[in-house]
């Protein structure tokens, strides 16, 4: 689930934005607003490289990855009821965050579990999930 949660995110703003444009809630949103809600993603995704690093080795693949549901969550939660734009920015930096951080501990945790003759096809499933999770969107 993680990672159709991660295809879901890369392409959320393909869908999002052009009804953004003319949101009522947030108000009409500038090119620049646009880009950043583009964008933070990715510095999400930079920012947990490390502590996921960490965090990994410390509690283990499976305990980090399921930690990780609870913020990811959250997350497209203040994405979908969204009052400012700010919200958004919150949103998708901790959506990025999670998605980096479940797309680092996800591998390992299919290499160190899976038997070598599956290894192969789960680790391809992890990311035909993503691939699905983009066509979802």
């Not at 950043?36 to 693949?61: D, K, N």
Request: net charge neutral; proline share 4%.
């Amino acid at each position: 689930m993680g990672a159709f949660a991660i295809g879901t995110m890369m392409c959320w703003t393909a869908t999002a934005l052009p009804d953004l444009r003319n949101s009522p809630t947030i108000g009409p949103i500038t090119e620049s607003q646009e880009s950043v809600i583009s964008s933070i993603v990715t510095l999400g995704a930079a920012a947990a490289c490390p502590l996921t690093g960490y965090c990994v080795e410390r509690f283990g693949r499976r305990k980090t990855m399921l930690a990780l549901t609870i913020p990811f969550v959250s997350g497209w939660l203040l994405i979908a009821f969204a009052e400012h734009i700010y919200m958004i920015y919150a949103g998708r930096f901790v959506t990025g965050y999670c998605g980096g951080a479940f797309s680092l501990a996800a591998p390992i945790f299919i290499a160190e579990t899976a038997d070598v003759d599956i290894r192969g096809k789960l680790s391809a499933g992890f990311d035909l999930m993503i691939t699905v999770g983009m066509l979802f969107m």
